[in-house]
């Protein structure tokens, strides 16, 4: 780990503020994946803006009947949260999929989104990696591959986004609050969010330096069966071979997205015309581009039989 | 003490004290964070510096140059050691792989440098400036590409073994299996990780570490670092686990013990977790052909095993064939091992090595064989037992009891319920059972012990054996109680400490049964003390209640042992009874598993093992070794494998986030059933091994369970869902 300064914030303004003023910055909130990566110097900061002592760590009705939940709510929190099993069950299900009690104690809303991958050879800093080292290349395609990207991937990297509760958001069309270091605040639908690798795959948020997330933003409650499923070699503490994030309504229609196979949670708004004819169709269009390796073909065949099987609960 | 003849009644068999449920003795320290591991050792009065090691980026090759003048700059920094500062060192005798020194790579990760400071963050910044400039060579990391090329092992491995005509009889059976296997490297990953703190003396060092095998490290240090053995004083009273793993001396004492030399202060060194799969010993991959031939009626014919696996140039096969050279009859039999050259990392003992990777083929092939047959599987296994060794009839097994294993087992378990395979489903769950036998051959190793009485009649057990977490604690205090006709509350036991007795030390599964054998011999001497000071015939002399009884004279210890207090000390030693009786434990596997018609997940519901192991020590801590066993071979079922990356030659997930582990939401309700028995010709204890033959079979009863509940027969290891989706039933 390389030494680092710190502070602590009290507004978000002068968070943001502060981390305009040092380039090489840092927010830190639960720190559950940034520690990790700082012992690895895979993450290297000067400077940790320590942001825990902010507030934004309540879930609040919104005008439009919809929740605001704070960056700051800890996911064990947010997945307990009455409305939020009420109305959201999906947001639920997905977040306690995810890590560990423990890890899901300390680990915040905004922290959850900001989770980088877990490519061995993004973790492997004797390895090239385009996402660590702009430029060197990527070391993962032609190696160990099973448990990544199979669409969305590009030449440069063909890593995943590892969370759960990201691919539920991305169902449940969550909009991110951010404030920028010059005061300007703005709201970033979860699609937009999220960038593909293309030819720059260390950028991997539309956020700029300096920008915080304050809050996320979920819409007014759908109803809808809440489902997710998440596909894995070990019952818990694993990460997704593929997950399904699904709202689906009594007429057969519904919101999917999915985890473990893309860059970013995966879905197409377009492909859920597909829903009602079934698994096959729908995951055929989901995946229409995807481009697997030898050793991770299998989640084309996996989306579509966990889809099937969420599908299945759903009518039942 | 000579142990050259089977065991007549002895003090031991009064079972007061041994074979009952007794809690570990050291389960406080542990729990209160009062024992202190290798890492933790602290005096307050000594000024501890920090190491931090840097590993090669290359799997084979030369380090030409190594640039630390930014890491000796950096903030805190004491000093840094490279492999080129010292050059070469002479290795270890046990090691396969060098640890340190000089400028060949043999393995990725291979330790180049150290880099100390006051604080560990120190010292892990500063690694990180170190710049290293390497000559890359071609390397062999591929198993399956260099099986062709592989070679018969030195003949001390046994590579080959034959009895009868094998090809014949295969040829003529009337039903045949010939099937590949295949199970991947698997890392230890034990808990506490490798590390040592050194501080020297003068000339002299002392170091305080994770070790199985305190003799075995302080010999190889002492080698390695070309001092006298007489010099290294090694210290390893509690350890967090090891699986094999710490069976051999590791990089971090030498990194240690050069560094403190080095800076001239006392450095801490632990191998940073990313750094173990890579840096230190794994269990090896194999590739198996397994051919079996038997007639219509279930007699085995024929039987052949061979194994292909690989290790670094002066390495040693995994023996994965041996099980079956013993295990079923079958007058037409052979075995073969195959080694080739590979350069990944050193592969060498993980638990039950051998008899593992062994098993989770053979008892597949067994499954295969029986419903090929058309016979249950238990029964296929019941008609082939075998009394004596397959390949010498004359040599009787000491205690066979694999038959009741079985028949115990299947009551227990509800084997008779098992339905045809795929033809079980509950809800979205294919549900199926499995068996398989546990095999794993008894070993004993020379064990030594010293025992003091002292004037409060405490008796106090010194040896260099070592507890990692199976109890040797406790049963060595048993086994001194019980000779020494005290209390618990009256004995006190110090390990690992290479100042006391050479014991057997912890591996192969002789642990137990070897130290505790130790004790039996020390104490029979310190007995002999007492009896000879207060001038009792020893023959008619009783040791109960804390008190010495000969006829109708009554000596409490404390006495006897007066204000100088009595010491006795011996080895136990083996003579050819293992040679004349083939000793082995015995045990057989039940599980069954649901697996998701859908995504394939398994999911394992129920684990019974059943064990026929000689005397049980302690129920409690061997039932513990069990369970553990049957929860890591859970894991060489359905998640463990390091994956190997064979352009550049190293174990991708490296760490405890990618090679997968069980956790406790994978491990169902696990129960143990240790059949009443003991092996006379075992030692005085009467006692076997246990904690391997937990996890010999387990992989392949869970292999055979989803085959059961899916009709999917997958024959390479783990059983991951891609293996078996393509061959479920279609659920679009």
Redesign the interface.
Known sequence: ???FSYERASTVEGAAKAAAQTPNAKFIAGGTNLLDLM???IETPSHLIDVNGLGLDTIEKTAEGGIRIGALVRNTDLAADNSVRRDYGLLSRALVAGASGQLRNRATTAGNLLQRT?C??F??S??PCNKRQPGTGC?AI???T?QLGVVGVSDACIATHPSDMAVAMRALDAVIETIKPDGAKRAIPIADFHRLPGDTPHIETALDHGELITSVVLPAPIGGKHIYRK?????????A??SVAAVIQADGRGKVAVGGVAPKPWRAEAAEDELRK???ALASALLADARPTQQND?KI??T???L??VL?EARG | MQFDTPATSNPIDQLKVVGKPIHRIDGELKTTGRAMYAYEWYDPAVRYAYGYPVGAAIAKGHVIFIDSAAAKTAPGVLGVVTTLDVGDLEKGKLNTAKLFGGSEIQHYHQAIAVVVAETFEQACAAAALIKVEYAAEKGAFDLRAEMTHARTPDPSTEPDSSAGDFQAAFDTAAVTLDAEYSTPDQSHSMMEPHASIAAWDGDKVTVWTSSQMIDWWRTDLATTLGIDKEHVHLMSPFIGGGFGGKLFLRADAVLAALAAKAIGRPVKVALPRPMIPNNTTHRPATIQRIRIGAEHDGKITAIAHESWSGDLPGGGPETAVMQTRLLYAGENRMTAMKLATLDLPEGNAMRAPGEAPGLMALEIAIDEMSEKLGIDPIEFRIKNDTQVDPENPERPFSHRDLVGCLTLGAEKFGWAERARPGARRQGNWLVGIGVAAAFRNNLVMPSGARVKLDRDGVVTVETDMTDIGTGSYTIIAQTAAEMMGVGMDKVAVQLGDSRFPVSAGSGGQFGANSATSGVYAACVKLREAVSSKLGFNSADVVFENGDVRSGNRIVPLAEAAGEDGLVGEDTMEWGDLTKTHQQSTFGAHFVEVGVDIATGETRIRRMLAVCAAGRILNPITARSQVIGAMTMGAGGALSEELAVDTRHGFFVNHDLAGYEVPVHADIPHQEVIFMDETDPYSSPMKAKGVGELGLCGVSAAIANAIYNATGVRVRHYPITLDKLIGDLPDVA
């Open positions: 780990m390389k030494a012992k690895l110097e877990r061995p050879y973790y492997d004797n390895q070391s032609g190696g160990v099973r596909t894995r070699d070990r019952a818990s503490y694993a990460f071979l593929v079934g698994a096959h299998f065949s996996l579509e039989r966990t099937s099987a299945a």
